[in-house]
């Protein structure tokens, strides 16, 4: 803090959709830090994040790969434009492909629940309702289970083989230069 650092991280989501619907908070940088091997030494490092080869973005990219080995189609617009004459500029593509395939992730979800509403109701079957319920109880054991497994995944910043330590602004200038 008194160097300037707050150890925190500030984060955008659902910037594919109107500035009034983003959501912006501030993450902690330890809960994104594991500890590393280097040089022998246990040192705390940023968590790599691996590219999913069934992400949308990936397959977009899969589809223009071989076109982008002819020609030239880089464009970095810089960060996005909330106003003035650039805000209508190009549009963040990859956070479109993303999202795009989420949301209607999400309404088929919604749609499912709502079908599976319309037929429990108190004059259904008896075995309607056994099976709905033998369903959603297999399906909240297997959400249980990836839950589980991403917990597992996250290394806890603190444990007792990584030590971190607070430099002081004189001692950042020095490491830095």
Request: glycine share 6%; net charge neutral; aromatic share 6%.
């Amino acid at each position: 803090v008194a160097a300037g650092a707050t150890a925190y991280m500030a984060t955008a989501h659902c910037l594919a959709g109107p500035t009034s619907e983003w959501r912006v908070c501030g993450v902690p940088l330890y809960s994104m830090m594991a500890a590393d091997r280097r040089a022998g030494q246990a040192v705390a490092v940023v968590r790599p994040a691996q590219v999913s080869l069934h992400s949308a973005a990936f397959s977009r990219w899969v589809f223009i790969r071989e076109r982008l080995k002819l020609v030239d189609h880089y464009c970095n617009p810089g960060p996005l434009q909330l106003c003035g004459p650039l805000a209508a500029g190009p549009s963040p593509g990859r956070l479109l492909a993303e999202h795009a395939a989420r949301g209607d992730s999400l309404a088929e979800v919604q749609e499912i629940l709502s079908e599976i509403s319309s037929v429990c109701w108190a004059g259904c079957s008896g075995d309607t309702l056994r099976m709905v319920l033998a369903s959603m109880r297999a399906l909240r054991e297997n959400m249980g289970v990836l839950a589980e497994r991403d917990s597992l995944a996250v290394t806890d910043p603190f444990a007792s083989h990584a030590r971190m330590t607070q430099l002081s602004s004189e001692q950042m200038a020095t490491r830095d230069n």
